[in-house]
């Protein structure tokens, strides 16, 4: 898997700008300035910005793309972050009062023991009365078991380019297929993997001793969350 290919692309198509006003107030609410955050797979940084802008954090934010992180230190860059290629399933040093692994991260671990690993090491690594947060696909909604189409086009520096994004989910989880088409050049096609993890499982991964408060919503913003909700969103506090 790869995503060295689409930082910019990523970028534009994430809607940075809308997920930090969803996500903003839950951040404002965990750390306060001058406290150490992690951003798990940080991809191009704008949660990362934000916990160093407007938290007045001190930010360590890692990704496996070197393109995510290069793009992050051109586009993101800010004195109180630490941008570092690394596997967030990996252990990790430090203590933070904030973890963050955002943006359905987990959900391109290879397997379901790395994604508990990742929250195992993520609990060992937050102060008491820290908090982890976690965002994943709902792969129990009706409409994320539908097959998903996306077309956009968009225009980068060196012109405009055709994206077409298809998720088809299958048994175990969900394939992306994205193909990138510019006006003149070569079509570039990315297959990636996504792993299904359902509400329960995450709520028993996050279910260890130390954990004090456990809550589930169903968005970026806190919305209470139903069967039907696209996302699962996991705040959890250390005791
Ligand atoms: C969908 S993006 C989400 C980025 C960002 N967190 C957000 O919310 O916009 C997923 C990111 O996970 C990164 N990634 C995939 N596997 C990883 C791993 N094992 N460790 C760290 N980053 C990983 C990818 O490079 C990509 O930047």
Redesign the pocket.
């Given at each position: 898997?790869s995503?060295n290919l689409i930082a910019e692309c990523?970028d534009l198509l994430?809607n940075p700008k809308s997920?930090i006003s969803k996500e903003s107030g839950l951040y404002k609410k965990l750390i306060k300035p001058k406290q150490r955050a992690l951003?798990?797979?940080?991809?191009?940084g704008?949660?990362a910005l934000f916990l160093a802008e407007h938290c007045e954090a001190i930010v360590d934010a890692?990704?496996?793309?070197s393109d995510?992180i290069a793009y992050a230190k051109e586009h993101r860059n800010h004195k109180n972050i630490n941008y570092q290629i690394?596997?967030?399933?990996q252990k990790f040093d430090g203590q933070y009062q904030l973890i963050i692994c955002?943006?359905?991260?987990l959900n391109?671990?290879p397997s379901k023991d790395l994604a508990y690993q990742t929250i195992h090491n993520s609990i060992e690594s937050l102060v008491c009365g820290g908090a982890l947060v976690v965002h994943i696909i709902n792969p129990q909604a009706t409409q994320n078991q539908k097959v998903k189409r996306l077309e956009k086009q968009i225009s980068l520096a060196n012109g405009k380019i055709s994206i077409t994004k298809v998720l088809t989910p299958h048994k175990t989880g969900r394939n992306l297929h994205i193909t990138y088409k510019p006006v003149s050049g070569k079509i570039v096609e990315e297959d990636t993997e996504l792993l299904d993890i359902t509400k329960d499982e995450l709520l028993d991964m996050c279910s260890v001793a130390e954990v004090c408060q456990l809550d589930c919503y169903g968005s970026l913003d806190c919305q209470a969350f139903t069967n039907e909700s696209l996302d699962i969103l996991v705040v959890l506090r250390k005791s």
């Open positions: 898997m995503f990523y994430s997920r951003d798990l797979a940080c991809g191009t704008p949660q890692n990704d496996l793309s995510m690394g596997d967030m399933s955002v943006g359905n991260s391109l671990l």
